[in-house]
């Protein structure tokens, strides 16, 4: 098929853009305008040149209609921003959406700038101008003839660009991440989640209510709010592990406490509300992020459906992560905002997860035959290793019992020591001493030793990407240990650890770190075995939701995914055996690991908080 790279240029102005807008508010907004659009037609055999359009919107879509969309791959830098113009100004759906911002995302995660002047850079493939500088406040009909000429040689520029990086890009991500990046553009740039106004502006009055009746209780004198180590007590107080960091001013452990710190403003969205206004008592902020969430709702609401925005290889183990200011991966459990998103008339929302998919992928890659053949069976494993903490019969487990084994089971696969085990129960208002926490560990590590020896081999495997050579690591060498790039998944793609190497503190003390990307800063992050096989799981186990979202696709219309489960619409008529479809879907095998025992559990409903 042909390949078509676009590039739109549209009015910004200091109080209305994409720093102060979302992507969604900015393109659906009244004051929008494109400028111009550039094009560029190729094909497997030859490229065009690239063609700049300035007019008016039917000029500009007379333009548009003149190229075979439907036929054709669709290639843009930050194709959400792209895509959701052509979409939602020219009713244009591209046949094929290539996002050159995504496939970079998935090569190097954070060591490279994801901008296009940045990747451009980095390949040497030139340099991106400067026009758009000029830009600033400018409507189309402002521009003189010269300066519209000039804006539009700086489009052609980075739609030349933007080819040139498909082409160096595309040697190194496989076909099955370039169709898990179509789908994700689609959930932004083609929504078809409704939103009920009328239950997000009540859930609206009753948020505002309780953050007053909650913020009222907080009692706590400032010092106990700015104090760090006051803080942190606060913290621990309901059961949260205070996140640090490595401070780049002395190089010690500090706490993780500022606005800019990504642990901390995780717990901005704590299930725990009283966690959440905490957090924004600390941090001066009027609003907790459920009312900050519901208020943007609301604005969406008022405008059309609900791009549900995803940021595709969030992390370097390949998860998506929440964007747009909206976070659709961590929507409150029970939230109103859930019940709000509605399928359209005539449709049923499908929500469907994968059951303990880390804990099975674990099991499966540590070869814990004895815990695989558990999760095959149905057999319940939470009661099964309560039974051996506790030294009693399976059927004798009490409910607060199987709880214990539930956290053992799901938390401690990662090398999890006593104290943040501990910490982690403690969140639940479950308090075991620290001795009988040590225990429990101990227990879980005798009871699975297939998964302590896979830490070990991680920690071994470390050693090999630090001396440049090739190993084995896993379950039937599911994962190649390449010292050049890190460790190859099954998908072509690598969990990478960048100039990865041991540190000595001045105290004489070694641990082994990477490099990761805080802001502008390359920060020293420490890793160990545990957290390899942490990093691993999660990607192995976001390859398999990965293939089944794009299975799923293939018959009905996915709307969104969370972590480990699908969001789907399906015609109300046959929306029973539609879900019975979709959990057929999510219990297929990835042929790189036939002997996974998967299992999915879901509902439906007119709603997804309904499902």
């Known amino acids: 098929m042909d390949i078509l790279t676009v590039d739109f240029e549209t009015y910004y102005a200091k109080d209305y853009g994409l720093r102060k807008f979302t992507l969604e508010e900015y393109i659906r907004a009244d004051k929008f305008e494109v400028i111009g659009v550039a094009v560029k037609v190729s094909n497997a ?7 700049w359009c300035t007019g008016s919107k039917q000029k500009v879509k007379a333009f548009l209609d003149s190229f075979d969309w439907g036929n054709s791959a669709a290639i843009a830098h930050n194709a959400m921003f792209d895509m959701a113009i052509l979409n939602w100004h020219f009713d244009i759906r591209p046949k094929k959406i290539i996002d050159t911002l995504s496939m ?88 078809a989640i409704v939103l009920d106004k009328e239950v997000l502006e009540a859930h609206l009055v009753n948020i505002v209510e309780e953050k007053a009746a909650l913020m009222a209780r907080v009692t706590h004198d400032r010092k106990q709010l700015t104090s760090n180590p006051q803080f942190a007590a606060l913290l621990e107080s309901y059961g949260v592990v205070p996140p640090t960091k490595i ?34 008592a600390r941090l001066g902020i009027k609003s907790t992020i459920e009312e900050t969430r519901t208020a943007r709702f609301i604005g969406i609401a008022s405008r059309g459906l609900l791009p549900v925005p995803l940021r595709y290889y969030a992390a370097h183990t390949g998860r998506w992560g929440g964007d747009d200011k909206i976070n659709m991966q961590n ?77 053992t089971i ?24 620290l001795e009988e926490c040590e225990r429990i560990i101990k227990v879980y590590r005798k009871t699975y030793p297939a998964i302590t020896k896979l830490w070990s081999d991680a920690g071994k495997a470390l050693k090999t990407i630090q001396d440049d050579k090739t190993s084995e690591l896993g379950r039937g060498g599911a994962l190649i240990v ?27 003390n070694s641990e082994t770190v990477y490099d990761t990307l805080k802001g502008r800063t390359l920060v020293p ?20 939701i990965g293939g089944q979202l794009l299975a799923v696709s293939k018959e009905y219309k996915v709307v969104m995914t969370v972590h480990d489960a699908i969001g789907a619409l399906a015609p109300t008529v046959e929306v029973g055996t539609a879900m019975q479809r979709v959990e057929e879907l999510m219990k297929i095998r990835p042929e790189w690991a036939p002997d996974l025992p998967l299992d999915c559990e879901g509902g439906y409903g007119e709603s997804y908080g309904s499902c």
């Open 482 to 508: 390449d010292g050049e790039d890190g460790i190859l998944l099954p998908n072509g793609l690598y969990v990478s650890y960048p100039n990865l190497r041991v540190d000595v503190d001045e105290d004489g």
């Open 410 to 433: 799901l938390g401690c696969g990662y090398g999890m020591g006593a104290v943040r085990f501990q910490a982690q129960l403690k969140t639940f208002h479950v308090d075991l001493e």
């Open 104 to 191: 970079a995302r998935a090569i190097h995660t954070v060591e490279v700038g994801g901008s296009l002047d940045a990747l451009t850079t980095y390949y040497n493939l030139g340099k991106k101008g400067t026009e758009v500088n000029n830009a600033l406040g400018k409507r189309r009909l402002d521009f003189t003839e010269k300066e519209m000429q000039a804006y539009g040689g700086y489009c052609i520029q980075d739609v030349d660009l933007t080819y040139k990086l498909f082409q160096v890009l595309i040697k190194r991500v496989p076909i099955f991440e370039l169709d898990l990046i179509d789908l994700t553009m689609r959930m932004f740039t083609e929504p």
């Open 247 to 280: 401070s780049l001013t002395t190089g010690k452990v500090a706490f993780a406490f500022a606005k800019t710190d990504e642990e901390f403003k995780k717990l901005s969205e704590h299930e725990n509300p009283e966690v959440q206004t905490l957090v924004a």
């Open 525 to 544: 992050t420490r890793i160990y075995g545990g957290k390899v096989i942490e990093n691993v799981c999660q990607a192995l186990s976001r390859i398999v």
């Open 331 to 407: 929507l409150t459990r029970g939230s109103q905002l859930k019940y709000a998103m509605r399928a359209p008339e005539g449709f049923s929302f499908i929500d469907c997860d994968l059951s303990q998919i880390e804990a099975r992928m674990l099991a499966w890659l540590a070869g814990e035959e004895v815990l695989v053949d558990a999760f095959m069976r149905g057999d319940d494993v939470y009661k099964i290793m309560a039974s051996s903490i506790y030294g009693k019969p399976v059927e004798e487990i009490t409910k607060e019992e199987r709880f214990v084994g539930k956290t």
């Open 45 to 51: 055999d030859s490229a065009g040149e690239s063609v």
